[in-house]
């Protein structure tokens, strides 16, 4: 089973700013079938990214996904009020699929 | 528009037995696989079952392995999770997810666990 580790637990910044969320596997994500969802509370998840790099239908392009084999990173770039959620890496590669712990980016 | 609407939960006793089922829309449903992932209350996405279009390859968790059973009627545009053996851990939003990249889901349905 592939372990994926987000970090931070949480990340404290002001609209404007950036975030850059890390997602860590315990071993190599097959063809870069990493994923990213947000959920705000009382929501439905959403996808984000997939891929590790392709944005969803309807994302804006603030949020972008880079990294492969086992280190991948979610930017928001210029944080909107709407982005403070909480966002999951999932890999989709193999069986089991995994989500990640989720980062929770919060107001500072 | 893709819809994807779960039904089926509600409280059930501890060894008890469930149907939820999860009604697509606004797509070809026989040409996508399908999943179904759960969401304990407070508690982070957790990945249960997996059924590819046709149904021929199944996958499950190791933590519903054997007391789960996925399936779908391609004719009814219907994914189904039959639970059985329900344990209070069980209690959740149970989600469908559409493809290999989940990218609908539905509203969720909640199963509660307890006597």
């Known amino acids: 089973e592939i372990v994926l580790t987000q970090s931070p637990g949480t990340l404290s910044l002001s609209p404007g700013e950036r975030a850059t969320l890390s997602c860590r596997a315990s071993?190599?994500?097959?063809?870069?079938?990493l994923a990213w969802y947000q959920q705000k509370p009382g929501q439905t998840p959403r996808l984000l990214i997939y891929?590790?790099?392709s944005r969803a239908t309807g994302i804006p392009d603030r949020f972008s996904g880079s990294g492969s084999g086992t280190d991948f990173t979610l930017t928001i770039n210029r944080l909107e009020p709407e982005d403070f959620a909480v966002y999951y890496c999932?890999?989709?590669?193999?069986?089991?699929?995994?989500f990640g712990p989720g980062t929770k980016v919060d107001i500072k | 528009e893709v819809q994807l609407v779960e039904s089926g939960g509600g409280l059930v006793q501890p060894g008890g037995s469930r149907r939820l089922s999860c009604a697509a829309s606004?797509?070809?449903?026989?040409?996508?696989?399908m999943n179904w992932v759960r969401q304990a209350p407070g508690k982070g996405l957790e990945w249960v079952s997996y059924?590819?279009?046709?149904?021929?390859?199944?996958y499950y968790a190791d933590s519903v392995k054997g007391r789960f059973t996925i399936s779908r009627d391609n004719a009814k545009n219907s994914l189904y999770l039959q639970m059985n053996s329900l344990r209070a851990e069980d209690t959740a939003v149970y989600y469908c997810?559409?493809?290999?990249?989940?990218?609908?889901w539905g509203q969720g349905t909640l199963v509660t666990v307890s006597s």
């Open positions: 606004g797509f070809t449903f026989s040409s996508y696989s």
């Open positions: 071993q190599s994500v097959s063809s870069s079938y």
């Open positions: 997810a559409r493809a290999i990249d989940f990218d609908y």
């Open positions: 891929g590790a790099s």
């Open positions: 999932q890999q989709y590669g193999s069986s089991p699929r995994t």
């Open positions: 059924i590819s279009s046709s149904s021929s390859t199944i």
